[in-house]
C-alpha cells in the first residue's frame, strides 16, 4: 500500500509551504496554549 501525498501544501510565490511545517507550528501553538491555561501565573 503505497499512499502518494505531496509534501507540499501550498507555493505561495518563492516559498513553500509543507504539510511538517503546519503540524509542527500547530504543535508549539498547543503547547503554549496549555502552558498558558496551566499556568497562569507564570503566563502573566
Request: charged share 5%.
Amino acid at each position: 500500500m503505497t499512499i502518494d501525498i505531496d509534501p507540499v501544501l501550498v507555493h505561495v510565490g518563492p516559498l513553500a509551504l509543507s504539510w511538517y511545517g503546519i503540524i509542527v507550528a500547530l504543535a508549539i501553538a498547543v503547547g503554549v496554549w496549555l502552558w498558558a491555561a496551566r499556568c497562569p501565573t507564570l503566563a502573566s
